[in-house]
């Protein structure tokens, strides 16, 4: 699944969404016709309340928690906007009580996660096989099956819809506000000249820090090995729940991550790939690393990657700085922001030989 399949599928469960609430009797949905940078997918109208639409698909049936407080921050801002009664965040994972409790900051708005989407598809046979397979399609790295959804109150969730007075009443006073530091950290790498190494480092450790800091502990910059010989630029540990990371544990024996920063003008080279994999030892639990660089990989560098994975389980993936700053506005918008490391994982995977 390339980042083309992953926005595809996100398309897909927007879609899904749509023809799910025309389903249920006496809602109409109106598009969003003024583009993505609106903040949600679309308004859906019951006749007595609105409410705008958001909607996210993410790559773990377990969300990290910042995503979703994030994605809750975007759509009170579209709410606001758009002047609705309430808004709503559709997502194929399962929201966990502690992620729905930040609710509390946002009255107006509403969770319609797994379970809840399960619900209101379950009357109609054909929207449930296509919410199960729309999540199939996105937990790539899911060990088990999916979950049995939870049932929901149908009932109660209808009559959300209900009093327009009553919901209107409950906007606070002020919007809560979740920083939104990724643009900041993409801007500083690509501040950084191409050559100069120190500086590139130090943006790249930042950035990486702040992306992964729900997910990676015990960070440790230019940490050397006990034979004195190899010098990582940052090593982290895994402390995830959500597929992604945990199939770096499982199936790759990587308990720890290991990130290398290369700031060369021209893309790495195969050279550069087998330096990183003198640095990974899967009986250590230290099985995979991550090489961020300006340009990204050459045709050599990925050779020498599915080299290393097929002769002895080393899983080298390779970011651009490009590909980085993604995964940084993702984290902004709330989005799956490990979705290009799926992604690459999994045509790596996919398109290995013998």
Known sequence: MDSRDHASLAARLERFVVKLFQHQEGFTVESNNEGRIQGHDFIMDSGEARAVVEVKLYNSITPASRNIVQALVHLER?????????????????VSPTQRSQLKQFPNLRIYDFDVLSTLAADHPHLALELEDITRSALVFRGEDLPTAQPVDKEMLIAEFGSAEELSATVPDEEPVEPEDGSMFCSNIHAVRNGVAKPFETACEAAIRWLFKDELVAFDDQHQSDTGHNIFDLVARIASKEDFWQALITDFRARYIVFEFKNYSKKISQREIYTTEKYLYP??????????SRNGANTGAERAMRGALRES????????????????????????????LVAKLDDMLMGLER
């Open 78 to 94: 579209a709410r606001l906007n758009k002047e609705t009664n309430f808004g709503i965040l559709a997502t194929n994972s399962r």
């Open 283 to 292: 009986v250590a639990m230290r099985g995979a690393a991550i090489i961020v």
């Open 313 to 340: 389980g080393k899983l080298i993936l390779s970011l651009s700085v490009d590909e980085l700053c993604d995964m940084l506005k993702a984290r902004d918008a709330g989005s799956d922001h490990l979705a290009p």
